[in-house]
């Protein structure tokens, strides 16, 4: 599967953004999904997750109230909406997509990753 990130940009401090991930090749559905975020000099980090329902839904601590993911299976889309966004929320955001049962906060738990889109956020 093909994963594709749009909507990253420049925003103020408290601004807000919304990233899409469009797949193509094969149906979302089949997949869970997460979003992680790489900042210059730091590791990858997850940000959200979502799994086959959208019951189930994961967030870390630092974007909890102010982040959401939702997934839309017919439009084959997983997409994080960012509010307040901070400073520190600069970084590369990227979708994945898991086919397994493993960590959905830990990227070896994902299989298929998009190229990125940058976010950046000004103070």
């Known amino acids: 599967v093909q994963l594709v990130e749009s909507g990253g940009g420049l925003v103020q401090a408290g601004g807000s953004l919304r990233l899409s991930c469009s797949a193509s090749?094969?149906?979302?559905?089949?997949?869970?999904l997460g979003w992680f975020r790489q900042a210059p000099g730091k590791d990858r980090e997850f940000v959200a997750g979502?799994?086959?329902?959208?019951?189930?839904?994961y967030l870390v601590d630092s974007v909890k109230g102010r982040f959401a993911i939702s997934r839309d299976n017919a439009k084959n889309t997983v997409t994080l909406q960012m509010n307040s966004l901070k400073p520190d929320d600069t970084a590369v955001y990227y979708c994945?997509?898991?086919?397994?049962?493993?960590?959905?906060?830990?990227?070896?738990?994902?299989?298929?990753w998009g190229q990125g889109t940058q976010v950046t956020v000004s103070s």
């Open positions: 979502i799994d086959w329902s959208e019951g189930n839904k």
């Open positions: 090749g094969r149906t979302l559905s089949s997949y869970r």
């Open positions: 994945a997509a898991s086919s397994n049962w493993g960590d959905l906060m830990n990227s070896q738990a994902y299989e298929y």
